[in-house]
């Protein structure tokens, strides 16, 4: 089993929906919690970045992280075109490593 | 946030031969890692660039492989040594800045192994 799940898609939306991606996880230990958009052909940018459960909104960008559920999400309100994209969530202990465990990507369409 | 740079951006090379990639940050950083992206797939740890000393490695990779510098706090390379098409991925360079809890992302190195 993998430390970090989530689903691949591909996730196909109309321009306007709201759009929620996922991840699940297996270590509780994880304190740190990621999510990166990546456009094709690019390095992946940081969208949302939240310490240990609660929510952070920046945006149309709403994160969720329920660590009793080892569970987080990703928001996007009024989805648009240019929010088409793979969306990476990562994770990561709190120690001095600083290394992240990313989950394997979802791939969101946004129709116009 | 830090803005970081990658060289060459990509490359087609011909198999047994080597390829260094460069990456240079605009600030003082306090981590930097090298990360691959096979086609299709998520990011994997390669290792941990240690200025000054040798790179911390994780399973699968091995110095030989993957020989790394970092001479100072804002530049590192990568070499992919001795090339096969199993090697064809992008190479990424992250960085996590003096103060910060993240990594952030240079645009990558798209090698393509012939």
């Known amino acids: 089993q993998k430390e970090v799940e989530q689903d691949p898609g591909p996730l196909s939306v109309p321009e306007g929906a709201i759009v929620s991606l996922n991840c699940t996880y297996s270590?509780?230990?994880?304190?740190?919690f990621m999510w990166y958009r990546q456009y094709s052909r690019k390095g992946p940018e940081l969208l949302m970045y939240?310490?240990?459960?609660g929510n952070k909104e920046d945006g149309r960008f709403t994160a969720q992280v329920d660590k009793s559920s080892k569970y987080i999400s990703l928001f996007i309100r009024d989805s648009q075109p240019s929010d088409s994209a793979t969306y990476l969530c990562?994770?990561?202990?709190?120690?001095?490593?600083?290394?992240?465990?990313f989950g394997s990507g979802t791939r969101l369409l946004v129709r116009p | 946030s830090a803005v970081i740079s990658q060289k060459p951006s990509r490359d087609i090379c011909q198999r047994g031969t080597s390829l260094t990639i460069q990456c240079q940050v605009d600030s003082q950083v306090t981590m930097m890692f090298w990360y691959r992206q096979q086609p299709g797939q998520s990011l994997t740890l390669i290792a941990t660039?240690?200025?000054?000393?040798?790179?911390?490695?994780e399973s699968g990779f091995v110095i030989d492989k993957f020989p790394i510098s970092r001479p100072n706090l804002t530049f590192s390379t990568l070499t992919v040594s001795n090339m096969s098409p199993e090697d064809s991925s992008i190479y990424l360079c992250?960085?996590?800045?003096?103060?910060?809890?993240?990594?952030?992302f240079g645009p990558g190195t798209r090698l393509t192994v012939l």
């Open positions: 270590n509780s230990a994880f304190q740190y």
């Open positions: 939240t310490y240990s459960s």
């Open positions: 992250s960085v996590v800045v003096a103060g910060g809890n993240t990594q952030y």
């Open positions: 660039a240690n200025q000054g000393s040798e790179a911390t490695y």
């Open positions: 990562a994770m990561r202990r709190q120690d001095s490593s600083y290394k992240l465990i």
